[in-house]
């Protein structure tokens, strides 16, 4: 490839040089535009990539600057005065009292109170049952603890 474009620039350089007429355009000039267009042709021949043009970058145009905003002095009471909802802090309406509470009081004792009872008398059962099956008398002192605390109103 490379001996075709030296080939053909030679053969350009020797025929307009032979043939320049004086005073006519620059000799050189014209050879450079030709040399271009010779790499051009033998790049595109040779598959090399041409050259591409640099990318064209936008950039929007920057606003022009705001003045600043000029002040427009106190405010004006208006002739009526201001408006009470303006001056008075609170509620607009007086608030309606409730007859009585939205929701019902809690359950005494509580769920989880009567829970804790259910769960302390079941384990005083379970003691009372294995002094029995381990042989100990009911007369003893052990049942009868278990057998009051199991009779006063509040476990029941």
Known sequence: MRVIFATLSFVVFATFSVHAAPGGPPLGAFLAALTGITR???????????????????SPP???PLAPPINPG???????GLSPLLTEPGP????PERGSPSYPPPP???????????FYRNG???Q???????????????SREIQQQLNQPSSR
């Open 74 to 80: 106190p405010a004006v009471v208006p002739p009526a």
């Open 128 to 142: 009372q049952r294995q002094l029995e099956r381990s042989g100990v008398s009911p007369g003893s002192e052990r």
């Open 62 to 64: 920057t606003p022009a």
């Open 108 to 118: 005494t004792p509580g769920p989880i109170d009567q829970q804790k009872m259910q």
């Open 40 to 58: 051009a042709a033998a790049a595109q021949i040779s598959g090399l990539p041409l050259p591409l043009p640099p990318p064209t970058i936008y």
């Open 92 to 95: 607009i309406y007086p608030m």
């Open 124 to 126: 005083l059962l379970d």
